[in-house]
C-alpha cells in the first residue's frame, strides 16, 4: 500500500456542487497538508495541519475547507464547486526532523475537473 | 519577484550529456533547500538537499550560492529515466511553517 493515498484519483463533478477529497497517510506524522498544482503556478498549500487538533490556512484557502479526523485522515472539501478549481490535488505528509521542506511524501493525486 | 523562480525549460538534451539548472529565491533569510522531481502526472518525489558546502549523489550535484540567492542541480551523464520536471523547494522560517516550491524545469533527454 502506498504511504499516503489519496481518493479519488479522479472527478469530474459540476459547478455549485459539493465534494470531498480524502486522504490517508500510514507514515505516522503528524504534518499534513493540501496543495493544488496548476500548469504554471506550482504547487500552492490551501491548509496544513500539525496535529489532530491544529488546522492553518494556506495562501490560496478561500473556497476551501478541512477536516483533520484522525493523524492518519485529512480531508479537503469544496464546499461549491467551480470550474477555477479545476486542478491536480495533493496530499502530502512531511517529518521534519530532516529539515523543514525535507521529507514530504505525496499521495498520488487527485485531478478534480469542475464544468 | 517571485519567491522562487525557475527555468520552465523544456531543457532538451541527448543521453549522455551534461545539464545544469539554476532556480533563484528571493528572500535571503531562506534556511534550506531541496530539489524534488516530478515525473508527468505524478506526484513530487524528494531527490535531494542542498548543503551550503555542495552535495553529490551518484549523477547529481546540489550547490548552493547564497550571496546570488540561488541554488543548483547538476545532471551529468544524463539518462533517459532522468526526464522529468525537477522543482526547486525553498524554506524559509516564519509565523508559520513557509515552505515555497518551485513551479520546475522540464527536462527531456533525447536517445
Known amino acids: ?115 | 519577484r517571485k519567491e522562487v523562480e525557475q527555468d520552465p525549460g523544456p531543457f532538451n538534451v541527448p543521453e549522455g550529456a551534461t545539464v545544469a539548472f539554476n532556480c533563484t529565491y528571493s528572500n535571503s533569510a531562506s534556511q534550506s533547500f531541496f530539489w524534488y522531481r516530478q515525473d508527468c502526472r505524478k506526484e513530487p518525489k524528494l531527490l535531494m538537499s542542498v548543503y551550503s558546502s555542495g552535495n553529490e549523489d551518484g549523477r547529481f550535484t546540489a550547490q548552493l550560492n547564497r550571496a546570488s540567492q540561488y541554488i543548483s542541480l547538476l545532471i551529468r551523464d544524463s539518462k533517459l529515466s532522468d526526464s522529468a520536471t525537477y522543482l526547486c523547494v525553498v524554506y524559509l522560517r516564519g509565523g508559520y511553517q513557509k515552505v515555497t516550491f518551485g513551479t520546475g524545469t522540464k527536462l527531456q533527454v533525447i536517445p
Open chain 1, 1 to 115: 500500500d502506498a504511504d499516503v493515498t489519496q481518493t479519488p484519483r479522479n472527478r469530474i463533478t459540476k459547478t455549485g456542487k459539493r465534494i470531498m477529497l480524502e486522504c490517508s497517510q500510514t507514515k505516522g506524522h503528524d504534518r499534513m497538508y493540501w496543495y493544488r498544482q496548476d500548469p504554471g503556478l506550482g504547487l500552492r498549500l490551501i491548509y496544513y495541519s500539525f496535529d489532530v487538533k491544529d488546522i492553518n490556512k494556506g495562501e490560496i484557502s478561500d473556497g476551501y475547507s478541512v477536516s483533520r479526523q484522525a493523524q492518519a485522515k485529512f480531508s479537503l472539501s469544496l464546499e461549491s464547486a467551480i470550474p477555477n478549481q479545476t486542478a491536480l490535488y495533493f496530499c502530502a505528509t512531511s517529518d521534519p526532523t530532516g529539515g523543514e521542506g525535507y521529507g514530504y511524501t505525496f499521495g498520488s493525486g487527485t485531478r478534480l475537473t469542475v464544468v
